[in-house]
């Protein structure tokens, strides 16, 4: 696989639920994305880490709150949700040269649904 | 910001045939232009990429070429086979952008019929 895994796969939540996804990548790499998948629609780019650091958020809800205690792991907590929210949700890493486009390597996404 | 149309939305062809899959972009100051496959149940996989010094690429049966002029550029599938049914998604990188941020096509639904 591409070396990022995210857990879980599929989530079922209600919209006074919190809950957490996690994203873990074995490339020793230093950059770390969240992004929005919906139908019909581009990715949506929502976070990005480097080094642990935030360095972009998009005017994303607070109710999506990233966590990136190291390198390797990125979390993205969740709570009172709507069902709009409802996504898959990919994250994805890269080397995180700074001003180098690079190849971003994609995990297989957490399916979510907000009732 | 950058804005990338892609088209068409879906494409259906006969094993053996060519598929074409193209995109806009809008934002002058874009150079990287990678193409992702996403199968069913994956997340986006790369499998081409272009810079903006470079007209055209090859990797065995995928092409991609690139119009500066114009902004568009295009992905080129000789010989379909089944396996490259999937959704294929166009993304654009300006220069200086933060860690080479992507914009994405909506993507295309490819289904190869054998």
């Known amino acids: 696989e591409t070396g990022v895994t995210q857990t879980p796969r599929h989530l079922v939540m209600g919209m006074t639920n919190k809950k957490s996804l996690k994203c873990e990548q074995h490339l020793g790499h230093n950059a770390m994305y969240w992004y929005k998948q919906s139908a019909k629609k581009p990715l949506e780019l929502m976070f990005v880490?480097?080094?642990?650091?935030?360095?972009e958020n998009n005017s994303v809800p607070s109710r999506f709150s990233p966590e990136c205690p190291n390198s390797s792991h990125l979390f993205l907590h969740l709570h009172t949700l709507q069902p709009e929210d409802s996504a898959l949700y990919l994250c994805?890493?890269?080397?995180?040269?700074?001003?180098?486009?690079?190849?971003?390597?994609f995990g297989p996404g957490t399916r979510l649904l907000v009732l | 910001g950058e804005n990338v149309e892609q088209h068409p939305s879906t494409l259906s062809v006969q094993e053996g045939d060519s598929a074409v899959i193209k995109c806009t972009y809008s934002d002058s100051a874009s150079n990287y232009f990678p193409w992702y496959k996403q199968e069913l149940g994956k997340g986006p996989q790369l499998i081409i990429d272009i810079r903006s010094n470079v007209g055209e690429k090859k990797d065995q049966r995928i092409a991609v070429t690139l119009n500066k002029t114009a902004k568009h550029f295009s992905l080129h599938i000789t010989e379909t086979q089944p396996e490259d049914s999937a959704v294929y998604f166009c993304a654009a990188s300006p220069r200086g952008s933060t860690l080479g941020r992507l914009y994405f096509g909506r993507g295309t639904q490819l289904t190869v019929w054998p």
């Open positions: 994805a890493s890269s080397q995180g040269v700074a001003g180098f486009q690079e190849t971003q390597y």
């Open positions: 880490y480097s080094l642990e650091e935030r360095v």
